[in-house]
């Protein structure tokens, strides 16, 4: 068991390339933390949380070694997709949520498959960071996976994909971000950040035309994805402290026009309001490291932890938190997603399973989930 953890801590500090802090100079923003609601908004959002109601189970993927790192939500084939880290498998793996049997996809010229991301024919791409490639699969077409290199000798950490089919991944040692035009199948030009020392880690596309990017050095930036020279970085005033001081990975909520950022060497979650720019700060009491996020039915954030067997689900609306164990002692998560449904799944890289989270509120649950 020791010798697996060593090589993840190894494998993850390959892939992401954490380092220490330092400050930047960027435009100053005014912060504002998370204001108190009312007391009845704050009292029926609290009894909420405390009567969530879950039921949690693991399906192990059926190889004795396998490491499961980032599950995707497949809509149309009710699937959630997942690739395996194992050096040199070669593969991802597909579950059904009708049966719940797992499906095994082997992929040439590939080694690993970290991030995955859907195109709007329904394809499968997919980054391999350690030989530097990307590739699709594909079941209908034969072969059904090709790949393309990365011409980079960085790591490539987040990927994401816009509606236009470009694939955008960030480069956090160089300061820069990559497109590959999934239909040309050819890269443009490299997109050069133009703030000294920025390292780009998670990314994610905003309806019609965002980019949204984390960037560790304290800050968040946004691009236009139909026109690239128009970049712009947020940061909190330094009167307010250091509430953005690690942002690792990045989540959309359209509902409250909110970026939400995990600070995954603070323990903390940090939001921001795309209209009104002003920033938000919540604390985890916790061991673990935030990292990936999902939103419920409810409309929550759930939390990964992933150097840790505890879980969060933050309501945004209140700030209230609510901590919840996990099956096994030392799963290991780092990703998660949401289905139709509403409920969690996640990669658990360490036992080899996907876990799973129903979530009811007051005991009501739809009789079609599973």
């Given amino acids: 068991m020791h010798k697996v953890l060593v090589y993840l801590y190894l494998l993850t500090a390959l892939i992401l390339m954490f380092s220490v802090q330092n400050s930047i100079m960027s435009r100053d923003l005014l912060n504002k933390t998370h204001p108190d609601p009312p007391s009845v908004l704050r009292q029926e959002n ?17 190889n004795n070694q396998s490491w499961p790192l980032y599950p995707l939500f497949d809509h149309q084939r009710n699937l959630v997709w997942v ?13 059904n ?22 195109d709007s024919n329904n394809t499968i791409w997919y980054l391999d960071p350690l030989l530097k490639r990307v590739g699709f699969y594909n079941t209908s ?3 059904a996976n090709h790949v393309y290199p990365i011409r980079t000798n960085v790591t490539i950490f987040g990927m994401t994909m816009d509606k236009n089919d470009t694939m955008w991944m960030t480069s956090p040692d160089n300061g820069e971000v990559l497109r590959f035009d999934t239909k040309t199948k050819e890269f443009k030009p490299v997109i050069h950040l133009p703030f000294p ?23 968040i930036i946004k691009i236009n994805s139909s026109d690239v020279h128009i970049i712009n970085q947020y940061r909190p005033h330094f009167s307010k402290g250091n509430i953005l001081p690690s942002p690792t990975a990045i989540l959309v909520v359209p509902d409250l026009n909110s970026i939400f950022v995990s600070n995954h060497n603070d323990k903390s979650i940090t939001s921001f309001n795309t209209v009104s720019n002003l920033f938000g700060h919540y604390r985890l009491n916790t061991t673990g490291l935030p990292f990936g996020m ?13 150097t840790s067997n505890k879980i969060f689900v933050l309501n945004p609306s209140s700030g209230n938190l609510k901590e919840f164990s996990l099956i096994d002692p030392h799963p290991y998560v780092q990703w998660i997603t949401s289905d139709s449904n509403g409920n969690i799944w996640m990669a658990e890289q360490l036992v080899g399973s996907l876990g799973h ?14």
Avoid: C
């Fill in 83 to 95: 690739g395996d880290t194992v050096i040199d498998s070669g593969r991802i793996w597909s579950f």
């Fill in 197 to 219: 020392d920025s390292r780009p880690l998670g990314i994610t596309f905003d309806k019609p035309d965002t980019i949204w990017i984390a960037d560790e050095r304290g800050s």
């Fill in 294 to 306: 999902a939103i419920d039915k409810f409309g929550d954030i759930w939390i990964a932890q992933h």
């Fill in 46 to 62: 609290q009894d909420r949380l405390q009567n969530l109601k879950v039921t949690m189970r693991e399906y192990v993927v059926p």
């Fill in 97 to 118: 949520l009708t049966n719940a049997k797992f499906k095994e996809h082997d992929l040439n010229d590939t080694s690993i498959v970290t991030i995955l991301a859907l």
């Fill in 357 to 370: 989270i129903r979530i009811e509120e007051d005991g009501i649950v739809n009789n079609q989930e599973r």
């Fill in 141 to 143: 077409l034969h072969p």
